[in-house]
């Protein structure tokens, strides 16, 4: 059972089991994955320009090895040439002849055959390798390749939009090529995702127009073969049509055609004798993969909220208020502005909570300590390995490690009301490209409590904060019951995860939507329900 649990006490074992993963994954060699957060892929950035700053310095040390070969030959010529004009008179002089001889014993052994071959190369190879050993991998590939198309899923952008670079809106100068479509309609192909398949190698033939190292026959070919797999099998044979114009002498295709019409055929002949009639043929029919998960309302409800689509009435929304939260002397002078965003379950936003240096510090001294996230299942002691619902990395700080986390920490007690007697260390998390944390509950969902939680309790409550504005998605959504909060630097959100009972509270399924365009930082404060029993008590009755 998947249960969104992580235990400060366990960031030692993470860690360890991190590192396991990456083991097993890649061989022996110890390799962090840039994909799953963005700061991660600053350093590849980073390191495209240390490469350019390696590759100008050999450029210029070859030209000026080049440049001292060019003056051997002017020197050379020039003194074979005057010699030359008249050969014997030149060596008649014995100081002449001994020159000559010289130069092509001693000088050239010493000096000339040196400097011919005196080349940087190995030096730039050899500080070359120690950079290509950090490249992003296919691993990394295929990640960006699947959030790529995860965002358009979630976000229903069409591909002609985003090869031009235009995310909801957000206009960048990026174009995407023709060869860069072909090359997402590959990965796709290669995990079996032929609706992706077509998708982009459709948009590749569309731009192949332009770009003549498109090889059209080869496109038909994953573009006919992936239609049949989509059960579109009329659009599969009048695409090897088309393929077998270019190719007329393909085996394959040839084999493809009879294979396809005979199928037609065959199809036609069955729907006849069921009386079935002739419905609406669509040419361009590839619907979207969906399993019984993807039809349920849940995720039907994340992707709606995710793209700020309304879902249901929010509950006696006209009684949600703002206010100003001053019921602390720390909060007299410097009140917390405080939203109402659901009645019930009660969740509110605090907005401005920190400032920006607190923000940036804490950024800072966590950018070290991130590691790719996990999801903890139970069945399989606790641990597993990282998984696509889930992109991003995240690291815990400590209030020792910092004054801006002890006071971050201080202020999620102040706003909770909740004692920090049990909570857990401060998680940060960095979104990776289309960063995103599919629906799951934060508290225990198994009836087995480890020692650890027994001692401390389930996760009663979820403190989370923005670190950083983000431009589009990124989202955080509850589809039982229609809620999203939009991140924005220092805003927090707090609920419940649990009832008074201590039994969880199913309405606060929530997901962390993909990130579309922007960086997205968080925070995440959980308090547990040991020493609560006083702030919070249970009452009679167990719905509450
Ligand atoms: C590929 O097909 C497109 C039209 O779909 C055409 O414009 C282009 O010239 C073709 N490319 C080659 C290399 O034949
Ligand atoms: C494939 O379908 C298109 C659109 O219906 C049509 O224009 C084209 O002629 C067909 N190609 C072949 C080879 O049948
Ligand atoms: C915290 O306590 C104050 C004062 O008692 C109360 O008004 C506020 O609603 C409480 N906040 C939460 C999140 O329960």
Redo the contacts with the bound molecule.
Sequence with gaps: MEVGKLVSNSVLLVAVVVVIINIFFSGGLVRADFFSAISELENVLQMENEVAHDLRSYVKSEEARLQNLKKIADDFEKHSLEALVDPEKHLSNPINAYLLVKRFTKEWNELLEQQIKSTSLSEFLKSLSTKTSRFPTEDDLQGAAYALMRLQDTYALPSSKLVKGDLQGIQDSVHMTAQDCFMLGSIAYKGNDFYHTIIWMSEALRMSKDDPSIDNSTLLDYLAYSYYMQGNTKKALNLTKEWLLIDPNHIRAQNNLRFYEQLILEQESRARSRGEQQTHYDENSNPRPMDAYKLSSDFQNYEKLCRGEKTQALYNEHLLTCQYRR?HPFLYINPIKEEQVNWEPRM?LFHDVMTDGQIARIKKIGKPKLGRSVVYHKSNSQVTTPQDYRISKSGWLKDEDDRAVYKFSYMAGL???LTLDTVEDLQVLNYGIGGHYEPHYDFATSRELDTFEKAIGNRIATFICYLSDVQAGGATVFPGIGVSFWPRKAKCA?WYNLMRSGEGDMRTRHAACPVLSGIKWACNKWFHERGQEFIRPCTLSPLE
């Design positions: 019921h509110f706003l909770s009301n707090f």
